[in-house]
Nanobody, 126 residues
């Protein structure tokens, strides 16, 4: 099973940008679709973005479409989430997730992902 470590979170003002990184080790990262989810206080974990194994297919939640970009570098075993035009509603703990080895297509449900990182806090001030 792949191990995931997120980084890049922090405090940013409304309209600012952040780039989250998710470093994977162990398992077979290169044969797994990946995703980003987030969870705000008192709310359920929600889907943000997903990317296929090859990187050729991506999908976004409506709330972040046009502002966030997911990408991956399989040579570095890393997935990224570029976040622009941040809003206070984007404040949450952001989690990276990997599908099981061989599950190469995108997914949006938490149950479709086998491995999770510990999360990184993103706070957007108004």
């Amino acid at each position: 099973q792949v191990q995931l470590v997120e980084s890049g979170g922090g405090l940013v003002q409304t309209g600012g940008s952040l780039t989250l990184s998710c470093a994977a080790s162990g398992g077979t990262f290169k044969r797994s679709a990946m995703g980003w989810f987030r969870q705000a206080p008192g709310k359920e974990r929600e889907f943000v973005a997903t990317i296929s194994w090859t990187g050729s297919n991506t999908y976004y939640a409506d709330s972040v479409k046009g502002r966030f970009t997911i990408s991956r570098d399989n040579a570095k075993n890393t997935v990224y989430l570029q976040m622009n035009s941040l809003k206070p509603d984007d404040t949450a703990v952001y989690y990276c997730a990997a599908r099981r080895s061989g599950a190469v297509t995108i997914a949006t449900e938490t149950s479709n992902f086998a491995s999770w990182g510990q999360g990184t806090q993103v706070t957007v001030s108004s």
